[in-house]
Nanobody, 128 residues
């Protein structure tokens, strides 16, 4: 069982930046691909970004490409989501997820259904 704890959310203005963190309670963190997803009010959960187990491959939703950056520090068992140039439409609860896999293709890493563990979520609110 892997526990994931997100932090770093908050209320910011449009154009500001935030960095979300996702701390994992596992000694084998480097074996897990990590993903970030979000759910806005009244909308379905959607893919935001994902990074492969070794951190070489990453993918982004078109809506955040060029503004968000996913990274990981395997020594700290932590994944990050750097969010720049935030927009009101980025307002959502952000969830990190983990899947033990060596796969690095987009269909695998971008599919919420394939992730085994989820955090409790952290609220990000962007005011205009």
């Amino acid at each position: 069982q892997v526990q994931l704890v997100e932090s770093g959310g908050g209320l910011v203005q449009a154009g500001d930046s935030l960095r979300l963190s996702c701390a994992a309670s596992t000694r084998t963190f480097s074996a897990y691909a990590m993903g970030w997803f979000r759910r806005a009010p009244g909308k379905e959960r959607e893919f935001v970004a994902a990074i492969s187990w070794i951190g070489i491959t990453s993918y982004y939703a078109d809506s955040v490409k060029g503004r968000f950056s996913i990274s990981r520090d395997n020594a700290k068992n932590t994944a990050y989501l750097q969010m720049n140039s935030l927009k009101p439409e980025d307002t959502a609860v952000y969830y990190c997820a983990a899947r033990r896999t060596s796969a690095s293709d987009r269909p695998t890493l971008a599919s919420a259904a394939l992730y085994d563990y989820w955090g409790q979520g952290t609220q990000v609110t962007v005011s205009s």
